[in-house]
């Protein structure tokens, strides 16, 4: 992709590499009203996400200081770290699919920086300061206090959003309940917390009330690696230049006139500050806000819509017999299915208990008077079911028997314990110096946890 300097003074950077603030148009129109009816849900469901719970789980929680995760009400700990990492490989390739067949529209329509920023940050500024060019005289115009009311008032709205999103975001990451004890206890009581909330808001009142569409063009690496995933069949948003050159003013003849009446229009209501008719950009993030400004354009002028819309990129607008290819985003989409099914599979056939079963260190058989042989072990036990569990041991080999050193036959929601027991088995019985065994956590009556050892015994005299 080329990026290329736009006109009428909205390009990010000046000639001498100074940013330039963009004051963008507010936008309206047919795809402005169905970014809003993805978005507004999407903010909803994130604001709403860290109360949701399900078998007494958050619904999402990414507790990264307890080493502790839970997705969808499944708690997973480091033993899961596997399905872990395949889910999030699974979101990683399930975008980079999704660009390579339509393009940046994550970015545009459902990027939580875009959402906020469009729907959230950037509406508010329209209410308190006007729309593009009453927010340009503005800053440009001398100091008064209508001025300096303004820009307190949405200022200070930004940081108490920014401080709310802080909240909610740190929430994610500990849970609702020890969020909500940070904010009710003092604050000498919690000051990790409440720094770091504090740290969070100025992150976001940053990005939201300066830094903006800087994230998009430079930061953000997803959207530096566009160049590399977007080819000929991907969709983008792009300019019709057969239709719509050479651009130009109404005028009687309009014979060799194309249908671009050069009305800006589409530049300044661009959110990160490019000209869509220079063409494919890196830092267009196909947020379609361009579209629907030509196509109100066109209506008025009586052309048709589409000078400025959705398609597959260059070679689709130079070759008029162009095909796009499904078969492509068929075979992208059953990968992606193929690896969500195997995810789903490893989700709910995970265990509810992690264990690790050891033979008791520098320990041999142990031969009792009654003729038995047994072993001793030590196991540690994970509850990840999100319920209290009562459960007993029991070998699946009905030969051998446990018996506790420290009965334990009750695990905590999330608790841990850590017991010894011995199994012990018939001297006549024994077939081998050293044979597997399987030791089953039974609960309820079923087997909730199968675990594997080594058993050692002397051969049966003769």
């Known amino acids: 992709m080329r990026t290329v300097p736009a006109e009428n003074g909205k390009q990010v950077q000046g000639l001498q590499g100074k940013r330039k603030w963009i004051y963008a148009k507010k936008p309206k129109g047919r795809f402005y009203l169905y970014r809003q009816w993805v978005g507004y849900p999407l903010l909803l469901f994130f604001f709403a996400a860290p109360f949701i719970k399900i078998n ?74 006007g729309d593009w060019q009453q927010q340009k ?64 808001a100025l992150i976001f009142y940053a990005v939201f009330a300066h830094v903006r569409e800087i994230v998009c063009t430079t930061i953000c690496p997803y959207g530096r690696l566009q160049s590399v995933l977007l080819d000929d069949q991907s969709l983008t948003v792009a300019y019709d230049l057969h239709r719509g050159e050479p651009r130009g003013k109404i005028q009687k003849n309009q014979s060799a006139q194309g249908d671009c009446v050069d009305c800006k229009l589409c530049v300044n209501v661009c959110p990160t500050g490019i000209d869509i008719r220079n063409g494919l950009q890196m830092e267009c993030v196909s947020c379609t806000a361009c579209i629907d400004a030509c196509d109100a354009v066109m209506d008025k002028v009586g052309k048709p819509k589409g000078l400025i819309g959705f398609y597959a990129t260059a070679e689709a607008l130079d070759k008029p017999s162009f095909k796009k290819k499904n078969m ?37 058989y142990h031969l009792k008077a009654d003729g038995t042989v047994g072993n001793l072990y030590t196991l540690e036990l994970l ?74 015994a002397p051969l049966p005299s003769n």
């Open 56 to 129: 007494g789980n958050p619904f999402l929680m990414f507790n990264i200081i307890e080493r502790k995760f839970s997705i969808v009400g499944h708690l997973f700990y480091p033993q899961d770290l596997y399905i872990f990492v395949f889910g999030m490989l699974i979101v990683m390739i399930g975008i980079l699919l999704f660009t390579v067949v339509y393009g940046r529209v994550w970015c545009g329509w459902t990027c939580p920086q875009t959402i906020f920023m469009e729907l959230v940050f950037r509406r508010i500024e329209y209410w308190i300061e």
């Open 137 to 200: 005289k503005l800053n440009e115009g001398p100091d008064s206090d209508a001025r300096a009311w303004k820009k307190f008032l949405k200022h200070s709205i930004f940081f108490a959003l920014s401080f709310l999103i802080a909240n909610t975001f740190l929430a994610y990451i500990i849970g609702i309940g020890p969020l909500a004890q940070i904010i009710v206890d003092p604050v000498s009581k919690h000051l990790a917390g409440f720094t770091a909330i504090l740290l969070f």
């Open 328 to 364: 492509r985003a068929l075979a992208y989409s059953s990968v992606l299915a193929f690896l969500v099914i195997v995810f789903a599979v490893l989700l709910f056939n995970r265990s509810v208990i992690g264990g690790s079963l050891l033979r008791a260190n520098g320990s041999s």
């Open 383 to 456: 509850n990840k079911s999100g319920n209290e569990m009562e459960f007993e041991l029991q070998a699946a080999d009905p030969r051998y028997s446990v018996q506790q050193v420290n009965p334990i036959h009750l695990l905590k929601k999330d608790g841990t314990a850590t017991l010894s027991f011995f199994l012990y088995i018939d001297r006549n019985d024994v077939t081998q110096y050293k044979q597997n065994i399987k030791v089953k956590l039974v609960s309820k009556g079923k087997s909730v946890y199968v675990m594997k050892t080594t058993f050692i």
